[in-house]
């Protein structure tokens, strides 16, 4: 999934201070999972707003809407007629959400209510963590299903470097080598000898580096 | 959006399903937990017209099928209804008659427990009832069978009148059969008769001795002695003949008549023993003795007066078609009993003397027989019938639901409509609790019940079992796990994010591969935390369900019409409080409005944030004791997420010292002087900057 936290409070008090008739539109899939941004996070978000309002004395009002999914263009514009009553929406969606809103409603004002973190798994409830950068050409295959992209901080495809202390990153004592842990699953797998096969230097162009990704499935598309 | 509520999943609660009127416990048991005592009377109430009588003498297969006893010890179903029925508020209760009559007349004969239902039921309906009691006082069994010890007869006479209070005629003295025969009755105008004679003859022992000696006597004659304030005499040692509750009420009945020594003899073991076990455990302790396997087979006499009880040691053989084994004698295992009286108590029958005159009613095997077990209707045309005199002796509650069968019955055929076959009896077996979830549920030991010490009891026919105090029929009822009021899941809506399976406190919600969540709704016990957590809102509860709480708030806050600051205090169930307690902080607090919840873990930080937006100055959330709460660790991610609450509330410009968690006293709802220090300090933090 990819995982979304709130911005702070203090920060979309800022942002929204001018609304007049402000929308909190939620998105009930991954920024629900993420307790960031489904129907619960937005009745929390939106009482939390009017209280401000009132005791800021700014006047306005502040409507509540959730939607399954803000980076699909059929829901976004279900929602059309209430995003008309508004002045501006602030989106607890993923910024392609965000995006998709204001591509779909050009006139409103559309802001951020999250921050998107990264596409991860859940360790536990309320605990996730980074699994993939959306690299665009995966070579998990080559180590052990662990990505370096993603989980190394030097994102090296050759070995760790001489900051990996007792299976430990030295960027925190808290953050796994993901090096190690590559080299310990290979030998678990008996597999240790594709270290031996060097990775040549990576295009980047598939992850963006290249401008713009898009996608089109000619055998998909209509 | 709006949420539409998930499907109710069928209502299998175990203690429903087991009541012959399938009462739903639940439903007045919860009401007792919210110290809402005169509505749990109510809910009672509206279905059984004998909610005290019920209260003490039920067999309460409700509390054999509760869930509660797979974990501990099943809730005390029984004494919580005799509290519900013996408190003041009971008073208050009106039923509403309807506005018209329907004109039709109702003979009711006979005005034991069946009889006084469908007279209730059927004056409820709008017939004109007359109940026919062949006895000078009303009740049947329950008046001349039920000793008062178990029964007090005022307790009895006042439920009888409430029912009679609806405008029911009544006519004692009068024998069906003899004194009045069906065909009269069509005479004078009455459309449908039911017949509830009961079973009021004893059997034969069929042994020597039996029909010569005066000292030998049928329970039910000795016990309607006894309840007619008779006093009969009782013999120094009293043999009593039979395992069931009528031997139990014989014997308890006789050392209270002051015998000096009772025998019970009942002819198999204690396992097979059909009176109940409560009532058993009782009589031996008050001296009853009771010789197991053993049979008697010759009465001895001495110028015509017993001397002595031959009797034979059992063994027992293989199970008859009823599964119970059957006694076989062992050769030269004779003995004799010194005892000066005995009491016949093998069951009763129904009297047929009176029956000659009424050739229609069909009998078989010595019972009225009904056409249909479900409607009740006799081969005579509008005759319905039942109770014991249909089944053969059997429970109080069996009787009532003869009696509502048959007034639904009657109120069809009056209406010249079909009769319904009511449901079939529901003995639906209680589905067993996996073994995890019994670990992971707390355990809160049953109430202790109060009873007269032995030896004031052996005095007279006092009651023996006192009423349950508030505090610990709240307590018993704050025990109740809440069967199929729990978690549903709205499919449409869950986006299987599987946080409801990672709240739950005791596992209970699993997923498929396809993350398809099932929620059994049996073992789910309501504690809530999956309602509150589920970030799409797909999951709802019945009990204490986040809409009403909602709603509580809002309407809470709204309706506080006072000077001063206003505070929302949200108060946990399960703390040691009363509603004397609940009474006097309304009184003395005007400023808090209570919210009353099944648990402060149901809280969310909206809730707090909807209680400042709503107009609140203040919020407090009053904890339970912590060994009072059954989910004490969900209760500690309360703390958490009202960390989390805090945040947002300063975040919008509220002062921290707005927003509490307290703890409640050992006994009562809040700390006098906490409370009053928070009061004040809205006072010093001025009217909310919200308001």
Known sequence: MITLEQKKLDEILDMTKRCKRLLVMGCE?????????????????????????????????VLEETIARQCEPEFVDLS???VSECDAVLSLACGAGVQLLAERFPDKIVLPGCNTTFLGVTEELGVWSERCAGCGNCILDKTAGLCPIARCAKQLLNGPCGG???????????????????????????????????????DWSPAGHGGPRKMVREDVKS | MDNETPAEPIDLAPCKLACPILTDAREYIQLIAERRFDEAFAAIRKQNPLPGVCGRICTHPCETACKRGQVDEPIAIAALKRFSSDGPWKRQYKQPLPDKSTGHKVAIIGSGPAGLAAAHDLALLGHHVTIFEALPILGGMLRVGVPAYRLPKKVLEE????????????????????????????DEGYKAVFVAIGAHKDRKLGIAGEDELAEVVSAVSFLRAVNQGENPKVGKRVAVIGGGNTAIDSARSALRLGAEAVHIVYRRSREEMPAAQEEIEEAIREGSQIAYLTSPFEILGQDGKVSGLKCIRNELGEADPGGRRSPK???????TLDVDMVIAAIGQVLDLSFLDGEPELG????????????????????????????????????????????????????????????????AVETQKLASAFIEKTGKFPRCEKTSLPKDDRLKGFEEVESVLSEDVATREALRCLHCFLGARVNKDRCVSCLTCVRVCPLGIPNTNKMGEIAIDPFACQACGMCALECPVRAIDISLDSRAEMARDIEDGIRRARHSGPVVLGFFDLHGNFGAEDVRSLKQNYPNIVPVMVFGLRRIDTSDVLK??????????????????????????????????????????????????????????????????AFIQNMGDLGQADSA
């Open chain 1, 29 to 61: 899939t991954c920024a629900a999972m993420s307790f960031a941004g489904g129907q619960r996070q937005v009745a929390e978000l939106a009482s939390a707003i009017r209280i401000a309002k009132k005791t800021s004395g700014d006047e306005g009002e």
């Open chain 1, 164 to 202: 990996s202390m007792n299976g430990k990153c030295e960027i925190s004592k808290d953050v796994d080598c993901v090096w190690q842990l590559i080299i310990d699953r290979l030998k678990r797998l008996n597999r240790l000898e594709m270290l031996e096969e060097i990775f040549p230097v990576k």
């Open chain 1, 80 to 82: 059309g007629d209430k």
């Open chain 2, 363 to 426: 009998q078989r095997e010595k019972r009225i027989h009904v056409e249909d077990p479900y409607t009740l209707e006799t081969s005579s045309k509008g005759v319905f019938a039942g109770g014991d005199a249909v089944t053969g002796p059997a429970t109080a509650i069996q009787a009532i639901s003869a009696g509502k069968k048959a007034a639904i019955s009657i109120d069809l055929y009056l209406k010249g409509e079909p009769l319904e076959r009511a449901e079939p009896d529901k």
């Open chain 2, 159 to 186: 439920e009888i009148q409430a029912i009679l209070d609806l405008g029911i005629e009544v006519k004692t003295g009068v024998r069906i059969g003899q004194d009045i025969k069906l065909a009269d009755l069509a």
């Open chain 2, 611 to 676: 209680a400042f937006e709503s107009g609140a100055d203040g919020v407090f959330l009053a904890a339970c004791p912590p060994d009072a709460d059954p989910f004490p660790k969900e209760t500690v991610r309360l703390k958490q997420r009202m960390e989390h609450a805090r945040t947002l509330v300063e975040a919008v410009g509220i002062h921290g010292g707005r927003f509490e968690i307290c703890h409640m006293p050992e006994e009562g709802l809040v700390e006098k002087e906490w409370v009053a």
């Open chain 2, 329 to 335: 004698p062992v050769p030269g295992s004779e003995f």
